[in-house]
């Protein structure tokens, strides 16, 4: 079982639609959460961290954790063309890893104007 | 605020040589973490140091070490180059572990 599994995509959706995205983890122990997105070429830009379970919303990005579930996921609202890259979720371990990120293989996202 | 800094940006390296990989972290934080990136996949872990020492390591063979200096700043050197270790390679910094982690633009390696 991979450590962090996310669905390769590509996910399109329509400009203005809600956007979802999904990523499972296999370490019960892992503490801290986070979205990244990546646009062709450059490096990961921070969105969203989230460390406890239930909703958080940071203007049109809203992260979900669910750790009895191991599950964590990214909704965009009115997606905007600009918001098409590539999202990876990356989780820390517990106590004594949680000093690296682990990664997905990340979501390819396609906003149609 | 200035964000993480990386040099170079692009490198060509030729199979067996060395290369020394360059960061610069966010004024303030104090932990610097190395990854590598090749093409379709996420980061992987190759190091991370907090206040000079090394907190963790991942899978990467001993050809890959790093250190950091007492500016924080730190260096990643390959050594032995092959034509696999072609990625992308990028720094991160945080204030310390278990925090966000802020990438840096990433170095470029090629190797032929």
């Known amino acids: 079982q991979k450590e962090v599994e996310q669905n390769s995509g590509p996910l399109s959706v329509p400009e203005g639609a809600i956007a979802s995205l999904n990523c499972t983890y296999s370490?019960?122990?892992?503490?801290?959460f986070f979205w990244y997105r990546q646009y062709s070429g450059k490096s990961p830009e921070l969105i969203m961290s989230i460390y406890s379970n239930g909703d958080k919303e940071d203007g049109r990005f809203t992260a979900q954790l669910n750790k009895a579930s191991q599950y964590v996921s990214l909704l965009i609202r009115d997606s905007q063309p600009s918001d098409s890259a590539t999202y990876l979720c990356a989780v820390t371990g517990g106590a004594r890893s949680n000093y690296k990120l682990t990664f997905g293989k990340g979501t390819l996202l396609t906003v149609n104007p | 605020d200035a964000g993480v800094t990386q040099s170079p940006t692009h490198l060509i390296k030729t199979r067996g040589q060395h290369v020394t990989l360059r960061c610069s972290p966010i004024?303030?934080?104090?932990?610097v973490s190395w990854y590598q990136q090749v093409l379709g996949q996420g980061p992987q872990f190759i190091f991370q140091?907090?206040?000079?020492?090394?907190?963790g390591r991942g899978n990467f063979p001993d050809r890959f070490s790093a250190r950091q200096f007492p500016n924080y700043s730190s260096e990643l050197n390959v050594n032995a180059l092959l034509l696999g270790d072609s990625a992308l390679y990028l720094c991160?910094?945080?204030?310390?572990?278990?925090?966000?982690?802020?990438f840096g633009p990433g170095t470029r390696l090629t190797v032929t």
């Open positions: 140091y907090y206040e000079k020492e090394e907190r």
């Open positions: 370490d019960r122990g892992s503490q801290s």
């Open positions: 991160a910094s945080s204030l310390d572990r278990g925090l966000e982690q802020y």
């Open positions: 004024s303030g934080h104090k932990s």
